[in-house]
């Protein structure tokens, strides 16, 4: 998983690409990129995209400072501790249905 923060004049599409290559060191090969989720704070300032992107195959990515590592698991099968946002996600029965739909269809 990567994320981080859109800038002011980029995109939610354009701030997942820049920090795709800033957390992985690369753009890897992606088939398919699918919304899964937008989290909109209360008082709507904040707002947090969530996307699946498909990619051809596993790789090893070039990690930056901000990870010490990286796995890939089955979608019960996630790493802790995680980060408390990612993990309320990964919690929420929807998303956890869709994403097992797009893996269902995908494999």
């Given at each position: 998983?990567?994320g981080g ?10 701030g997942?690409q820049?920090?795709?290559?800033e ?6 090969t992606?088939?398919k ?5 937008l ?5 709507t300032?904040?707002k947090?995209?969530?996307f ?5 195959q596993?790789?090893?990515p070039?990690l930056n400072g901000?990870?010490s ?12 501790p995680?980060?408390d946002?990612v993990?309320?996600?990964?919690q929420?029965?929807s998303?956890?249905?869709k ?6 269809l995908?494999?």
């Amino acid at each position: 998983m990567v994320g981080g923060k859109s800038t002011a004049t980029e995109t939610p599409w354009q701030g997942l690409q820049r920090e795709i290559v800033e957390e992985i060191g690369f753009q890897p090969t992606i088939q398919k990129t699918i919304p899964l989720e937008l989290f909109v704070s209360k008082d709507t300032r904040f707002k947090f995209h969530t996307f699946v992107c498909v990619v051809e195959q596993e790789f090893s990515p070039k990690l930056n400072g901000e990870h010490s590592g990286y796995a890939w698991v089955s979608i019960n099968g996630w790493p802790l501790p995680l980060h408390d946002g990612v993990r309320k996600t990964l919690q929420n029965k929807s998303i956890k249905t869709k994403l097992q739909t797009i893996l269902d269809l995908i494999v």
